[in-house]
């Protein structure tokens, strides 16, 4: 069964810090990852995409890795801010058309 | 250029009643999706569509709803005779072919 799991479901952490969040699939045959961030009542804006071949991608702040043979993936947040609460969340694409399947996201607070 | 559009931004409808939101997509995008949130989870896949098909609609309930992308004008989702578990953000994203999807900020949708 394809299927996206994240982890922790949510996470407090003081601003300045680092934190790591986790997505583990059994999406296949896998095509690509990408990780958003979804801020309250807004829609889903992408950070990265990985595809087979990448371990790592950065994005400012933000660097995701990728392991297709363990089928995980992290994000992990440098120097968190104020503005880094929000939902994070995984999706993982299948080739052969379209199937796009969505963990249910990591809520982070950053707290001052 | 413009990003995904959707409105209503907010939406109130009476149980029996009917609800339609729009997605205008990006410029230059032939294709777009269909996604809904409910309170505290994640996104969930409804429908895809390109201009007058429907590709993939396995996340769609069989029942009151209904989506169409026509030749001219935005993407439609019509939601017929509303409960209250229709409640929930419905988010729009579109896409080139093979590409990257861009989302949309939401209509958020309450049954009263």
């Known amino acids: 069964k394809n299927q996206v799991e994240q982890s922790p479901q949510s996470l407090i952490i003081l601003e300045g810090k680092n934190c790591t969040l986790q997505?583990?699939?059994?999406?296949?045959?896998?095509?690509?990852l990408r990780w958003y961030k979804q801020d309250t009542g807004r829609g889903p804006v992408s950070l990265t995409i990985?595809?087979?071949?990448?371990n790592t991608k950065s994005n400012g702040r933000y660097t995701a890795t990728l392991d297709a043979d363990t089928k995980q993936s992290s994000l992990h947040i440098t120097a968190s801010q104020l503005s880094d609460s929000a939902s994070y969340i995984c999706?993982?694409?299948?080739?052969?058309?379209?199937?796009?399947?969505f963990g249910a996201g990591t809520r982070l607070f950053v707290k001052a | 250029n413009a990003g995904v559009m959707q409105n209503p931004r907010h939406l109130v409808r009476r149980r029996g009643q009917e609800a339609r939101l729009r997605c205008s997509p990006m410029?230059?995008?032939?294709?777009v999706y269909w996604y809904r949130q409910l309170p505290e989870e994640g996104l969930k896949f409804m429908v895809y569509?390109?201009?007058?098909?429907?590709?993939?609609e396995s996340g769609m309930p069989k029942e009151r709803f209904s989506a169409e992308f026509p030749k001219e004008g935005p993407s439609i989702l019509r939601i017929q005779q509303v409960v209250r578990g229709d409640s929930a953000a419905y988010f729009c994203?579109?896409?080139?072919?093979?590409?990257?999807?861009?989302f949309g900020p939401g209509t958020r949708l309450t049954v009263t």
């Open positions: 994203a579109s896409s080139p072919p093979e590409g990257k999807q861009y």
């Open positions: 997505c583990n699939y059994t999406v296949s045959p896998f095509s690509n």
């Open positions: 990985m595809t087979f071949s990448e």
């Open positions: 999706v993982v694409s299948k080739t052969g058309g379209f199937k796009t399947i």
């Open positions: 410029k230059g995008h032939s294709h």
């Open positions: 569509l390109q201009k007058e098909n429907i590709i993939d």
